[in-house]
């Protein structure tokens, strides 16, 4: 079974709302992911963001340019403090799925720290 943790977090990437995506992380929280280097070029070539305030903005960003996405999940992991996660994700702009890998890093019911692997 998922956990209603990973069920928010999918359902706040499918609503398209940034701010409800920046509410899931904890203050100082993190998301690693090599998407953030084109998609926040003024970050120097870093691929984690720090804070809900950058979260925010590329997630903000990622709608802007894939217009929607989904995620179907084929594999989940989880323990009280972490999720992994295998999905397959559509997006406006993808003409095929794409196999993702997610590892959730949770303090409570808020994301201390998120690593994304995807092509």
Same mark, same amino acid.
């Given at each position: 079974?998922? @956990?209603?943790?990973? $069920?928010?977090?999918?359902?706040?990437?499918? @609503?398209?709302?940034?701010?409800?995506?920046?509410? $899931?992380?904890?203050?100082?929280?993190?998301?690693?992911?090599? #998407?953030?280097?084109?998609?926040?070029?003024?970050?120097?070539? =870093? /691929? &984690?963001?720090?804070?809900?305030?950058?979260?925010?903005?590329?997630? /903000?960003?990622?709608?802007? =340019?894939v217009?929607?996405?989904?995620?179907?999940?084929?594999?989940?992991?989880? @323990?009280? /403090? $972490? @999720?992994?996660?295998?999905?397959?994700? /559509?997006?406006?702009?993808? &003409?095929t799925?794409?196999?993702?890998?997610?590892?959730?890093?949770?303090?409570?019911?808020?994301? #201390?720290?998120?690593?994304?692997?995807?092509?």
């Open positions: 079974m998922i @956990s209603a943790r990973v $069920l928010g977090w999918r359902d706040a990437w499918h @609503s398209g709302d940034a701010e409800r995506v920046a509410a $899931l992380y904890a203050e100082g929280g993190t998301h690693d992911s090599a #998407k953030v280097v084109a998609a926040m070029p003024e970050l120097g070539g =870093r /691929t &984690a963001l720090n804070g809900r305030d950058e979260i925010r903005a590329y997630a /903000t960003r990622a709608f802007k =340019r217009g929607w996405l989904r995620f179907e999940f084929l594999n989940v992991v989880e @323990s009280e /403090t $972490l @999720s992994a996660m295998e999905y397959l994700r /559509t997006s406006g702009i993808d &003409a799925p794409h196999r993702v890998v997610e590892i959730l890093e949770w303090d409570g019911d808020l994301l #201390k720290a998120v690593r994304v692997y995807h092509p």
